[in-house]
């Protein structure tokens, strides 16, 4: 694979099968609904045995490896990390999770529990990464990126291909965005098969790094700092190959959200939908609750990506306590719809 096509994506779902959940629900969001004006529907990835969809790539990727594989590595801020680590035990094969010391705790522990090795490297997703590729040079495991590699991308665009057939009437798609192999891969399935979509990808304020590139028109160095979706967190790559094009060309629009913004979803999503999920997350519900998106046409989705988030910050934000972020503090406030 070169580049990416939409029979990759079909032959990732028919792969995936039986290891990543397919066919997650879409459920409506009455609250979301009101504030949007029109129909606003939640994709529960955070129904994957993982935790988070990035299963679905993981999957697709540790099944393309040939039998008798030395094992594979990977650098994560967690869900990619737990994604490969699952995988891998499927298939029986040693794994090696390399990640910075920014990743929360909760996340490293829910790793080893799956049997993986866990490293952790410096202080920023790209000391973690050097480490990955020197396990893949010297003890010839195979790297699998957490979001530019064609067959992750591939994975992540099942959920493109079970949107339009569980609600062909689609019409607007918000998918939370970092490295861009979720985003890519969705948006290039749904331009295909369905091109009058808006899609709108989005991300944190703080440390948005595909947002700065497709600005600068490349992808540029960002300074990481702390956020409450921490699993946006990190850069795309100054040599990326893949989903800088695939979000520069497929995607709509980039919208922000700023972390009292995330606070405020997270709350909502807990107290009207019932959903504990990560920051990460919120940011669809953060922008059509900020007003960010404009006149939205439904039937909207919002892709809720995954659930793990560290239960202490949650328990803080769902309780209106204030959340310390490095040097940032989050203002808590009891939540009031
Ligand atoms: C990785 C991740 C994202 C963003 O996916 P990218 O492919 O990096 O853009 C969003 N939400 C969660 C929970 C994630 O783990």
């Excluded at 490297?121 to 396990?135: H, K, Y």
């Amino acid at each position: 694979m070169n580049a990416l096509s939409l029979a990759d994506i079909l032959a990732a779902r028919r792969r995936i099968a039986g290891i990543a959940a397919l066919d997650t629900p879409l459920v409506p969001s009455p609250f979301l609904s009101r504030i949007a004006d029109s129909e606003v529907l939640l994709k529960l990835e955070f129904a994957q045995p993982t935790g988070a969809f990035k299963l679905r790539g993981a999957a697709n990727a540790v099944a393309l490896l040939p039998e008798g594989n030395a094992g594979v590595t990977c650098c994560s801020t967690g869900n990619h990390g737990r994604a490969i680590a699952y995988a891998a035990a499927g298939r029986g094969m040693r794994a090696v999770i390399c990640m910075s010391s920014l990743v929360p705790q909760a996340k490293v522990e829910g790793i080893r529990a799956l049997g993986a090795e866990v490293r952790i490297v410096g202080n920023s997703q790209d000391e973690a990464q050097a480490e990955s590729e020197r396990l893949a040079r010297e003890e010839g495991l195979a790297e699998i990126p957490p979001f530019d590699a064609l067959p992750v991308i591939a994975g992540q665009g099942t959920i493109g291909l079970e949107l339009v057939e569980q609600r062909p009437d689609l019409e607007t798609l918000l998918i939370p965005l970092s490295g861009g192999g979720l985003a890519g891969g969705i948006a290039f399935a749904l331009k295909r098969l369905k091109p009058s979509i808006r899609i709108v990808g989005i991300t944190m304020e703080r440390g948005a790094a595909m947002h700065a590139a497709l600005r600068a028109g490349r992808p540029v160095g960002i300074t990481e700092v702390p956020s409450l979706a921490d699993s946006l967190g990190g850069g795309i790559g100054l040599e990326n190959r893949h989903t800088f094009a695939l979000c520069r060309d497929c995607l709509d629009d980039v919208v922000l959200v700023s972390e009292e913004e995330i606070y405020r979803a997270m709350q909502a999503h807990y107290f009207e939908d019932r959903i504990v999920c990560e920051g990460a997350s919120a940011v669809g519900a953060a922008a059509l609750m900020a007003g960010k998106l404009g006149r939205v046409r439904g039937p909207v989705a919002s892709i809720v990506t995954g659930r793990n988030v560290d239960m202490k910050v949650f328990t803080d934000i769902v309780n209106g306590r204030d959340v310390q972020l490095g040097d940032l503090v989050v203002k808590g406030t009891p939540y009031a719809a």
